[in-house]
Nanobody, 126 residues
Framework: QVQLVESGGGLVQAGGSLRLSCAASGRTFSTYDMAWFRQAPGKEREFVGAIRWSSGTLKYADSVKGRFTISRDNAKNTVYLQMNSLEPEDTAVYYC???????????????????WGQGTQVTVSS
């Protein structure tokens, strides 16, 4: 059974950095896309970015491009979300998601991902 466990959230001041981790288990993820989503109170879950495990191909939402970086560690079966220059608008619960690659286009809709972590809170103070 696929299990995704996020960690690394917390409280940080605007302009600061955090690194989130998503430890994946229960499957060989070489044929998977791994994505990060976030959900702020009262808002819909939104796509942050994704990485294709096999190739390392990346996609980011425009709102985080240039500030956030996704990477993976094959040996640890872990995906990371490095967040720099954080803004109060980045405050949200951050989720890791996974699903089998379906085609060359990254899915950005949250309902198209089958597996989810429990989420980790990121709070950016002004």
């Amino acid at each position: 059974q696929v299990q995704l466990v996020e960690s690394g959230g917390g409280l940080v001041q605007a302009g600061g950095s955090l690194r989130l981790s998503c430890a994946a288990s229960g499957r060989t993820f070489s044929t998977y896309d791994m994505a990060w989503f976030r959900q702020a109170p009262g808002k819909e879950r939104e796509f942050v970015g994704a990485i294709r495990w096999s190739s390392g191909t990346l996609k980011y939402a425009d709102s985080v491009k240039g500030r956030f970086t996704i990477s993976r560690d094959n040996a640890k079966n872990t995906v990371y979300l490095q967040m720099n220059s954080l803004e109060p608008e980045d405050t949200a619960v951050y989720y890791c998601a996974a699903d089998q690659v379906s085609n060359w286009v990254f899915r950005t809709r949250w309902d198209l991902y089958e597996y989810w972590g429990q989420g980790t809170q990121v709070t950016v103070s002004s």
